[in-house]
């Protein structure tokens, strides 16, 4: 079987079995878990098969005509290269431990069957996204995503915030779609072909006639796509769903898609320095402002996805110094260790009964309760504070290397500026990012208070996949010397400057925050504080879904508490209340743009109702008593027909007498 077949096996098993899982979800039960996992385990199988055989060589591309468009085609192409068949192993590990694990989180779920196609189909469609080789094959997987999406983030549709959550992720996303799908048509026109190969060729040849405006259109997609300031708002709401939904989309899907995109046409990018510049000030503030966002967070899911925001936002900055090798290095790393913090966080939810920090910093005895998710997570928060020797600190040094060389003038790829200012932000964001992960780690590990509720053991479906995925989080930044073969050759490996300055800052970060807990503790008074929703016989997935639902009672927020002995109140100062709402971004879109549309539409809603039917209205009811005066008219007695008929005569007669006399005397 040739590497091409094998290639395009990898998306259709998914497919396949979210279409079986689908017509067999009522009828046949007992096959929809084996369902779930066998054809995304399968195709993870596959994916690691297909890389083994590229072996980070030259790209290996097969292709055939999709259908005749009379202008440009369409091609049913794939473009398998050391980004692609590295990506879809992160896309089919990361989707398997996501289905395995969901088989323990939502074990009684009544809606299971229909979750579990939608994560197949989500998987699948990252898939083509990875290994396509047209661009309009790309949008398809694309879109699938943000419709999946939806479903998965509404799963708890019974709760507002699940609802409203489902709605902002869709319509922020096709806000951004509006702009790229443009943005591809006049690319295509361009280049006259939506094949990959042929666009860079046309990048290659300069004839691209307007790739300043090109690149533009498509960084809208990409930032709503990738959660990117100034669309990123989505992201956090999106923690409504379920656990290992958020795992799902923050690791391998999703939000990976517009980063890969961008990689995957980074020349067509580099021929424009406004655009580089635009996406390297994009980065920059999506880096700063997440991160001190992620600080202030209660709610742990929501300070991941603020992290997940800032992680982005330094793909996006390696992307904007015009290295992709350590952009996709850092996705590959980030994938790993972003799928573990979700998936732990899932297991402390369920431990805990609440998703609140300044709950969990109440409860003695919680890392005892929950040892695989303690030590996976802690694992994971090493990573992703950037401390040597775990894969976050080699994935991250390989951005700041090349943000480095472009700021000392040493890359013809992207502007000395976007060095400096994807420099200085990775800088800054380093510090913030060590700060809110010993911050989450202290809050939830190291309370005070009542014992935590015993839930008895995890599912080993849900520890098992903990450890198997801290395995990557630990070791896979040793593959630094090894990856710039499947990548563009760039070396990935940390210099000495970068990594005391990384390094440095992110230990800076984790001991003043420490300093300000220990501080904060001993001067705060520590009641009881919020509601916990603990049901130790319930599925995991349950407690979380009330969690959800008592924050915002307790606390009257769902990112915030009034928690005195939290250390960030203490860091952050006043721009703690600013930093906890997100810094009133989502505020800022409802005066500016929610308001004026529901206004828009109140108007024509009243226009519609008050005048339009008004004359449709008027119509009917003229026609209507127009009827009833001539139904009146018909008795059915001949003797009023008589009479009336005379009468009429005698009108008719004495008009005739009248009008001839006139006419006379004329």
Not at 538 to 546: D, G, I, L, N
């Amino acid at each position: 079987m040739t590497t091409a077949t094998l290639a395009v096996l990898v998306p259709l098993l998914p497919f396949l079995g979210a279409v079986a899982g689908l017509l067999l979800g009522r009828t046949a039960p007992g096959f929809v878990r084996p369902l779930a996992v066998l054809p995304t385990l399968a195709a993870a199988v596959l994916a690691v098969l297909v890389a083994v055989r590229q072996g980070g060589g030259k790209a290996i591309d097969a292709a055939t005509q999709l259908t005749p468009t009379g202008s440009v085609p369409i091609d049913l192409a794939l473009h398998l290269d050391g980004f692609a068949v590295l990506t879809a192993i992160l896309v089919g590990v990361v989707a398997s431990c996501v289905q395995i694990y969901s088989t323990g989180y939502l074990r009684d779920d009544p809606r299971y069957p229909s979750y579990a196609a939608l994560v197949s189909l989500f998987t699948s469609a990252m898939l083509l996204v990875v290994y396509s080789g047209d661009l309009m094959v790309l949008l398809v997987g694309w879109e699938i995503m943000g419709i999946c999406s939806y479903f998965l983030v509404g799963h708890y549709w019974e709760t507002p915030e699940a609802r409203a959550a489902s709605l902002k992720a869709f319509l922020v996303t096709k806000l951004g779609d509006v702009p790229f799908l443009i943005g591809l048509f006049a690319l295509a026109a361009d280049a006259g072909t939506f094949r990959i190969t042929g666009i860079l060729g046309a990048v290659a040849a300069d004839a691209i006639e307007h790739p300043t405006l090109i690149a533009l259109l498509l960084l809208a997609g990409v930032a709503g796509k990738s959660a990117q300031f100034p669309l990123h708002t989505w992201l956090p709401d999106a923690m409504a769903g379920p656990t290992p939904v958020s795992a799902l989309i923050h690791a391998a899907t999703m939000v990976a898609a517009g980063i890969y995109f961008v990689a995957r046409l980074l020349p067509l990018f580099s021929a424009s320095v406004a655009a580089m510049t635009v996406l390297a000030v994009m980065a920059a503030v999506t880096m700063v402002g997440s991160a001190l966002a992620a600080l202030a967070q209660d709610d742990i899911k929501r300070v991941l996805a603020y992290s997940t925001i800032g992680q982005l936002g330094y793909m996006s900055g390696a992307l904007a110094v015009g290295d992709r090798g350590a952009a996709v290095f850092h996705l590959l790393s980030h994938g790993a260790f972003k799928a573990l913090l979700f998936l732990a966080a899932g297991v402390i939810i369920h431990a805990a009964g609440t998703n609140s920090l300044a709950a969990m910093s109440r409860m003695s005895g919680l890392a005892k309760r929950v040892p695989d998710a303690y030590w996976t997570m802690t694992v994971a928060l090493l990573a992703l504070a950037a401390i040597p020797p775990f894969a976050g600190f080699f994935s991250k040094e390989a951005v700041l290397v090349a943000a480095e060389h472009t700021a000392l003038g040493d890359s013809a790829v992207a502007p000395a500026a976007a060095g400096w200012f994807v420099l200085v932000a990775a800088l800054l964001t380093a510090l913030l990012t060590a700060a809110y992960a010993i911050r989450l780690w202290l809050l939830a590990f190291r309370g005070r208070g009542t014992e935590a509720p015993d839930h008895g053991r995890q599912p080993l479906s849900m520890t098992t996949v903990l450890w198997v995925l801290a395995l990557p989080s630990l070791a896979f930044g040793l593959t630094a010397g090894r990856l710039p073969r499947w990548f563009d050759g760039h070396e990935l490996t940390p210099t000495v400057t970068t990594a005391v300055l990384g390094t440095g800052v992110a230990l800076v970060g984790g001991l003043v925050t420490y300093a300000a807990w220990r501080h904060s503790t001993a001067v705060a008074a520590r009641p009881p504080i919020g509601a916990v929703a603990a049901h130790p016989a319930a599925e995991p997935a349950v407690s979380e879904a009330e969690a959800i639902a008592t924050h915002v009672p307790a606390y009257g927020g769902i990112a915030v508490a009034p928690d005195p002995a939290d250390p960030a109140r203490l860091l952050l100062g006043p721009l703690h209340r600013h930093a906890a709402a997100g810094f009133h971004v989502d505020a800022l879109y409802t005066a500016l743009f929610v308001r004026p549309v529901r206004a828009g539409a109140q108007l024509v809603r009243f226009l519609d109702r008050e005048v339009v039917d008004a004359y449709v209205r008027g119509s009917g009811t003229g026609t209507r008593w127009l009827g009833t005066a001539v139904r009146r008219a018909q008795t059915g007695n001949v003797q009023t027909y008589l009479s009336v008929l005379l009468a009429g005569s005698v009108v008719l007669a004495i008009a005739a007498v009248v009008l001839s006399n006139v006419n006379a005397g004329s």
